[in-house]
């Protein structure tokens, strides 16, 4: 299976970073509050605004944690398209 990195904005403009093997139904999972992150329930609606493929669960928990540790400035640029952000968390 195909790994993703993924991030979410919140109502209120949070950005939210995961991982997953199947984007549509983790966000479906977040959506309704189940399943989802804690952090994330009550903070919607939620909308898709980054997705991108990873080699393995590996590169992709290593990517998130990259992701996390930015600043909200560069996670916006990331969500902008910025593919130099991009490449440079993937080297």
Sequence with gaps: ????????????????????????RRFKEH???IKGAKSLRG???LSLVLEFAAA??????ILE????????????WLV???KRLLTSIRD
């Design 1 to 24: 299976s195909t790994w993703s990195v993924y991030m979410l904005r919140t109502a209120n403009g949070s950005l939210y970073t995961g991982i997953t093997t199947d984007v549509k």
């Design 31 to 33: 959506s309704s509050g």
């Design 43 to 45: 903070k919607g609606p």
């Design 56 to 61: 393995d669960r590996s590169e992709a928990s």
């Design 65 to 76: 944690a990259r992701i996390k540790k930015l600043t909200k400035e560069d996670k916006e």
């Design 80 to 82: 902008s398209g910025d």
